[in-house]
């Protein structure tokens, strides 16, 4: 299952694309369309679910560790 | 970066801005360097509910509850740097489960570690970046100290533009060296002190769908090697390695008439130790008017369990663990942010509840009576100097 998931996110951004010229990109700028619009956010959610759940990671290499109860 | 270019891309300054304020390592389609010094200040509560007395020996028993202080400084430095500084404070209180027994009935009930909790943790992060004609590259270096344990941390990262600036492919590579120190309290725990490293690979593809939406794929593996083991849990004895892979999907979709973006996200998580788990994130960023913004979000996170948990260990198994956090559930998370912009200030309100059940998982698996449930409110005010 997770082969053809592969295969389809792949092919999607491979194929599936039609050209956007520079100047058209002015939504894609939009501060609400970032893959992060809230760093501080982000990185409290991050360490509450890294630290109450067995998986982690997937936006970047990992961080550090902490002693979390 | 040449002047004709620095114009021709204007339009993407906005969407490098938000990208760099993501720590080195996570970084991505950042090109240009921010335009203005920004400062952010967050308070966070979060509060874990009580364990019901059909769960635990002893009767109902609080469980942790934690404040968080967050510094956020982002600024430019010359024509092609930027600086990037992180701090958080958190201050913990409670307890947190201690064993799993089986009680006369032959049901599991977990027995706490009773008010006993407190600690300090404090996390300064340093980000340099430089920005070249196609993308950047960052360095960063984080430490993490608590009364018991500390982390240092090293990442570097970094990101290249296509042709035809459609894509962008990413990798970044972070180091960390952990040291733990358990407290010793009433009971002591076994381990005086001990050490674990942690080493970590990225690499990622985000690709323009349309002009409307926007695609991205990452992989990333990680390798724990040293203790690995809770110490403050009584029957919990784990594997020194752990290599952990993760596949990543990501997904923004800006619709016109509603003036909202869609967001979705998604995480494969598996690892050596038997657990797969699969993470969905969706939010709906709704702008109202110029100046504010309503961010309702749906979290669903569902693991299966480690090859070693059970309820009732064996002892006489090489490894095992009753952590709630290694068995099988589902978790829901429904929160709702609220941002409004006020000249160069920005207020930032969020709330949100997580709730997990065994029931809830797509895996089998025996349920934890320690399962976890809380609230987590913050507030904070941003400043851009311009």
Redesign the interface.
Known sequence: MMKLLSLLVLALMLGGCETVAPWERGTLAKPEMQWQTDTMEARLKGQLYNSKEAASGGGGAAGGGCGCN | MSGDKKE??S?????T???L???A?????AEAPPEFTEV?L?Y?N?EEDDTASSKTFGGSSER?EVD?A?F?LLAPVADDWSVAL?V?WED?S?A?PWFVGESAEGDSKVVMSGAS?E?T?TEVSVTTRYYYDRGSAGFNY?R?D?D??E???V?V?ASYDSD????TYSA???A???E?EPTQGVTPTGTLKDE?D?R???V?????????A?????L?Y?YRDGFLTDP?KLNDERPDRRN?W?????Y?Q?LVTPN??LHVDY???N?D?G?D?H?VDIAW?Q?VGGRT?IIPFLRY?T?DE?DFFANSVDFSERYYADDY??SAYG?VSLGL?LRHDIGNWRL?L?A?R?QSNNEWGIYGGEESPAL?D?W?T?I?LDYRFR
Do not use: C
């Open positions: 021709s891309n339009t993407l300054l906005a969407l801005s938000s990208a304020l993501l720590p390592y996570q970084a991505a389609n952010g967050r966070s979060y942790m968080v967050q956020h992180d958080s913990m409670g947190s909790i600690d943790r984080s993490s608590e018991d344990y982390s240092d941390a990442a990262d035809d600036g459609m894509s970044s590579l972070s960390s060296a952990d733990i674990k942690i970590s690979a990225w990622g593809v985000s690709r323009i769908v349309s002009k409307r926007i695609l991205r794929f990452g990333s990680t403050y952990e993760v596949i990543q999907g990501g923004r800006f909202a973006a995480r494969y998580f690892d130790w657990i788990a993470t960023h702008n913004a996170h693991q480690a956090r290694l978790a942010k930032n969020a949100e997580y976890v809380f987590r913050s904070g």
